[in-house]
């Protein structure tokens, strides 16, 4: 029997520790993973690391999803690099992470289940240091001014002139000007709070964990305009792969992305490439 209970506890440890600490859900392309030297279009379904940087560009989006049961959701043309992440075990898994947001949106959101799951994360924005147990908080380094908004829960802030004090108010936000000193929490607007909202979620097209339709953009006839035009579309922040097709007298080349939760999104992902470096047809299939 002792030896019983040990086993499921060593099947539990090891499934805690399977566990990535952070993984890629869904990307609106283009972005890139940026590690060490290398940068390369983010791909779905990615484990993240630390010293990772995750880098958006125009109109993209990027949903993480962390140990803890919570969800980093990014912006357009934003920056963020993820330090200290680590599970520690002991009476309770303590996830911890420092998320280090250099420009653009973000946003930090908890589900209702994983609330009670301990956690230490620490994001990094606009000069000010946030503290995060639990909650859903949005926030912005952008050219002008940096925002910290409290959608729900509460957080301890270290503001960019060195006071500290906690928001526990829900709908209340902290802007930081770029050239002033910081203004007092005040109550957000509720437009204002959606426009906010909207800086961070997927709202077209978007490669996700469990999808299985695909758009291919290309058929190429002969492997050297194939690599050609993969490392174009790579270049650019889109996670295309390459499939060689056999055919009678030969090989032929198919360049395509795939994961796409749908048809509809296939087909509007169809649509929105049409035309971009040579994708002149693209057609979609499960």
Request: net charge neutral; glycine share 8%; charged share 20%.
């Amino acid at each position: 029997m002792n030896k019983l209970i040990g086993l499921t506890l060593m099947l539990v440890a090891l499934s805690v520790q399977a566990e990535p600490d952070a993984q890629v859900q869904a990307v609106q392309m283009p972005a890139w993973l940026q590690r060490g030297e290398s940068r390369v279009p983010l791909r779905v379904g990615s484990e993240l690391h630390n010293g990772d940087t995750l880098v958006t560009g125009a109109n993209a989006r990027i949903y993480v999803h962390t140990a803890d049961g919570s969800t980093v959701k990014l912006g357009e043309n934003a920056t963020l690099k993820l330090d200290g992440l680590s599970q520690q075990s002991a009476e309770q898994t303590l996830f911890s992470a420092v998320l280090n947001v250099a420009q653009g949106a973000f946003r930090f959101t908890t589900a209702s289940l994983a609330k009670l799951k301990a956690r230490e994360v620490t994001v990094r924005v606009a000069g000010a240091t946030i503290g995060i147990r639990g909650t859903d908080v949005w926030g912005k380094d952008g050219s002008d001014q940096g925002v910290v908004c409290l959608i729900e829960g509460r957080i301890s802030v270290t503001g960019p002139d060195s006071s500290d004090f906690v928001m526990d108010q829900p709908l209340s936000f902290y802007k930081m000007p770029k050239d002033a000193s910081p203004l007092p929490i005040a109550a957000v607007d509720p437009e204002q709070l959606k426009k906010w909202a909207a800086e961070t979620e997927i709202a077209q097209p978007a490669p996700q964990i469990g999808g299985v339709w695909k758009v291919d953009l290309l058929t190429l006839p002969n492997q050297s305009s194939a690599l050609a035009a993969y490392d174009q579309w790579r270049a650019a922040g889109y996670d295309v792969r390459l499939l060689p097709v056999a055919k009678q007298d030969g090989w032929e080349y198919k360049l395509r992305v795939v994961q796409l939760p749908s048809r509809a999104d296939a087909q509007k992902m169809a649509e929105q490439l049409k035309g971009m470096f040579g994708a002149e047809n693209p057609s979609v299939s499960r």
